[in-house]
């Protein structure tokens, strides 16, 4: 399967940044998928940038539930609607700063299928957890408790002290990490867990792409900063093994 090299725009980006950041993105071939996850404002104005080039759209978060009372939020229909086909979910920042648990992430995973979403699940130790050597144990209780049977969906590896940090793990640290997801997610799911794509995230950068990107069990990149420039997020897709 091709790597993934997806950008997490997180809150960043006004229509304006629609052109310098994804209209390039559109002129070049890529070996591998390329997939921007813009703030929920640009996706239907970002549909129209990327429908004729192989460019894919995504969301960053969805709510559980199909619709109802739940003022200010979005529901994976919606998302859908507007030009997503993925969305990340239970990503470091959310579980951080809106107090999402596994549950509420199983929850929004089941809620992205039925709309048709694929949703890109985040796992990852905290900075404490990976000094206690905790890291195996805390990332496999994050994958058991929010896939469901079948889930077909993308994983990505993303410790939280490497998030915007510019520190990484090392590079045996994170291929020794990827073969504990990919027996997790065998041992949970299947012969379906064999197949997965599973990305790393946290401080790629052009400079050191290629060696994470080829890595064992490493199916491509969730890439937060470097996404928010052009060329850097077009060097990071570059180093993609295709
Ligand atoms: C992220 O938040 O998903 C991320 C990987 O951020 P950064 O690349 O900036 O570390």
Not at 71 to 87: I, Y
Request: proline share 4%.
């Amino acid at each position: 399967m091709r790597q993934l090299i997806a950008g997490n725009w997180k809150m960043n980006g006004l229509l304006a940044q629609l052109d310098s950041i994804a209209a390039p993105l559109t002129k070049a071939h890529h070996a591998a998928d390329v997939l921007i996850c813009t703030p929920a404002t640009l996706l239907h104005p970002a549909r129209a940038l990327l429908a004729e080039s192989s460019v894919l759209l995504g969301a960053q978060d969805c709510h559980a539930k199909a619709s109802g009372a739940h003022t200010g939020d979005l529901s994976a229909a919606m998302l859908h609607d507007a030009g997503a086909r993925f969305v990340i979910l239970g990503h470091s920042e959310r579980r951080a700063d809106h107090g999402e648990t596994d549950a509420i992430v199983l929850a929004k995973v089941q809620a992205a299928r039925a709309a048709g979403l694929t949703p890109i699940v985040c796992v990852g130790e905290s900075e404490a957890q990976r000094l206690a050597d905790m890291q195996d144990k805390v990332v496999g209780a994050q994958l058991r408790h929010s896939l469901p049977a079948g889930f077909d969906g993308v994983i990505a590896y993303e410790p939280i002290w490497a998030i915007g940090t510019g520190r990484t793990p090392t590079e045996q640290d994170v291929a020794a990490m990827h073969a504990h997801i990919r027996a997790t997610l065998v041992a949970h799911l299947g012969a379906m867990g064999q197949g997965l794509r599973i990305l790393y995230g946290g401080s790629v950068k052009p400079s050191n792409a290629k060696a994470l990107l080829a890595l064992p069990e490493v199916g491509g990149a969730l890439v937060g900063g470097a996404s928010l420039v052009a060329e850097d997020f077009l060097a990071v897709v570059r180093g993609a093994a295709g």
